[in-house]
């Protein structure tokens, strides 16, 4: 059989992957955000995961010499009704009482509905908790198409490890873990996987197997890293610098060397909750995964309040203060700003009636405009002055600025709040 892949949703995940799809096969990319298609069909990728010249190579509009082997990006439901697998690769966040969100998912799987023919493959690489392909995605698909799971179509589960910002461990570098609702479709899937995971894949017994790997591999990262910035806290009780106590430890073979941090992100923030949510729908009350997310949430409040008695111990009026923060992603290098915890440190010191100026390189105009904060554009070329900088991304252009260029930045008493760990001498670092 012939394969014509959809790929639905084209962000972080989905982008990347109908690329290296289309160097092998036919491949329509379906996204229901018309600016996202507009600016992919312009090969522009904002998320940045894709050069321009990438998506030129499997663009027809770019690229005469395609035929079979290409990619096609619309919002045109249409142009997906000739494919026979397709691969959702949807955002799943959590509601504002931290409880899974399936809208994405549930709306996705009755757009495929409405195309899927018999003997279709539908393969999920969402993050979601054990059984939400089967329990939940599947009855939508039947609802809507009329055909019967594992009779006349089938399903498979094959968890997205898109690391953003990771230019070496790109998709098809990173192993990947594959599921069928049937051993047949186990087999498809994961040989359809096998041609473009350079890497190798890993067939998994069952969905709902490959469903629990995927969420606790976030899990775990959660928790060691609650367990890290659990000591941080600790330690600066202590007066004892962090980064000097792992360095030590870490002298011994089987330590694990973490450094502590904020947890933001679509990924590790969001991921644990999938897990507890179900644990508790068991009746089982999971009170390390929930006590790690605590501690990790509540990391952006400890660098704030940490600030502010260190602008009283140095004499700085905190009122009307002006407090620059560098960097706002979530993480380094990236433009990614999801979940992104140096918000909740910026809304904290405004609570103290702080003026805060953001200076983020990564990020464009148009993310810039979800926020309602004075963003900073030629950091040095500014007249203004800061009583306190607190560095809260390790992008590697901060890594360039020289201990003068931080303290030129700043009036008054150099005042240098270091997240990261990557200013030469700060005041103060996590």
Request: aromatic fraction near 8%.
């Amino acid at each position: 059989m012939s394969k014509k892949i959809c790929i639905v949703g084209l962000g972080y995940v989905g982008l990347p992957l109908a690329h290296a799809f289309a160097k092998k096969y036919d491949v329509v990319g379906f996204d229901i955000n018309e600016n996202r298609i507009k600016e992919l069909n312009e090969a522009n990728d904002t998320t940045l995961e894709l050069t321009s010249e990438q998506l030129k190579e499997v663009l027809p509009k770019f690229n005469s010499q395609l035929s079979n082997n290409k990619l096609t990006i619309s919002n045109d439901i249409k142009q997906i009704e000739d494919c026979n697998i397709y691969i959702v690769t949807v955002p799943t966040p959590i509601d504002n009482s931290n409880r899974p969100d399936l809208t994405p998912l549930i709306k996705s799987s009755q757009t495929i509905g409405k195309v899927l023919k018999k003997d279709d493959i539908v393969i999920y690489e969402s993050t979601v908790y054990p059984g939400v392909t089967e329990e939940v995605c599947v009855p939508q698909l039947e609802d809507v198409s009329g055909l019967k799971f594992n009779s006349d179509f089938y399903c498979g589960y094959s968890p997205e490890r898109i690391n953003p910002g990771d230019k070496e461990h790109t998709v098809t570098k990173i192993l990947k873990i594959t599921s069928g609702s049937t051993p047949k479709i186990a087999d498809i899937v994961d040989e359809l996987y096998s041609s473009i995971i350079v890497a190798g894949t890993f067939k998994a017994s069952s969905i709902k197997v490959a469903e629990a790997a995927k969420v606790i591999e976030n899990t775990q990262r959660d928790v060691n890293i609650a367990l890290i910035n659990e000591l941080a806290l600790i330690f600066d009780n202590l007066g004892i610098a962090t980064n000097e106590v792992i360095d030590a430890a870490a002298t011994k073979w089987n330590f694990i060397k973490l450094k502590p941090g904020l947890v933001g992100g679509h990924c590790i923030g969001v991921d644990p909750y999938y897990l507890t949510y179900k644990a508790e729908e068991l009746g089982y009350k999971p009170n390390l995964i929930l006590g790690a997310r605590q501690i990790n949430n509540g990391m952006s409040k400890f660098i704030a309040e940490k600030t502010i008695k260190q602008m009283i111990q140095k004499g700085k009026i905190i009122k009307d203060s002006n407090i620059l923060i560098m960097g706002l992603t979530f993480k380094e290098n990236c433009p990614d700003i999801r979940n992104t915890k140096v918000v909740d440190i910026i809304e904290e010191l405004k609570e103290y009636g702080a003026n805060i100026d953001v200076y983020e390189p990564w990020i464009d105009e148009k993310d810039k405009g979800y926020y309602d904060y004075n963003f900073v554009e030629n950091l040095f070329e500014s007249t203004k002055k800061y009583e306190a900088i607190v560095v809260a991304v390790g992008h590697d252009k901060f890594k360039q600025f020289s201990q003068e260029q931080f303290e030129s930045l700043i009036t008054g008493e150099s005042l240098i709040i270091d997240v990261k760990g990557i200013v030469p001498n700060p005041t103060w670092t996590l």
